[in-house]
Nanobody
Framework: QVQLVESGGGLVQAGGSLKLSCAAF????????MGWYRQAPGKQRELVAS???????NYVDSVKGRFTISRDNAKSTVSLQMNSLKPEDTAVFYC??????????????WGQGTQVTVSS
């Protein structure tokens, strides 16, 4: 069983910063891509940023230059440093991890979500 535990959400003023962290727990974890999604009220969940095991990153256009994703493979953790936050960044943020189960099979796991609220 794999569990993802997130931390770091909260309330911040526009222009401020927050850092989200997510740790994956399980035995003999082998993780491919890890990422952060967000879901604002009334909107679909969207990918914010992702990072491959080798360190390749991908960002949604709206956060480029403001957010930075990073991971520690040895600790099975992924972080999201969020700077210059805007009210439109307000959402529940979820981390995900693609866990490799075998040579032919992988499975996505999700964290429970952490609220990020940016006041104007």
């Amino acid at each position: 069983q794999v569990q993802l535990v997130e931390s770091g959400g909260g309330l911040v003023q526009a222009g401020g910063s927050l850092k989200l962290s997510c740790a994956a727990f399980g035995s003999s974890l082998s993780i491919n891509t890890m990422g952060w999604y967000r879901q604002a009220p009334g909107k679909q969940r969207e990918l914010v940023a992702s990072v491959t095991r080798s360190g390749g990153t991908n960002y949604v256009d709206s956060v480029k230059g403001r957010f930075t994703i990073s991971r520690d493979n040895a600790k099975s953790t992924v972080s999201l440093q969020m700077n210059s936050l805007k009210p439109e960044d307000t959402a529940v943020f979820y981390c995900d991890a693609e866990v490799i189960l075998s040579s032919f099979q992988s499975r996505l796991y999700w964290g429970q979500g952490t609220q990020v609220t940016v006041s104007s």
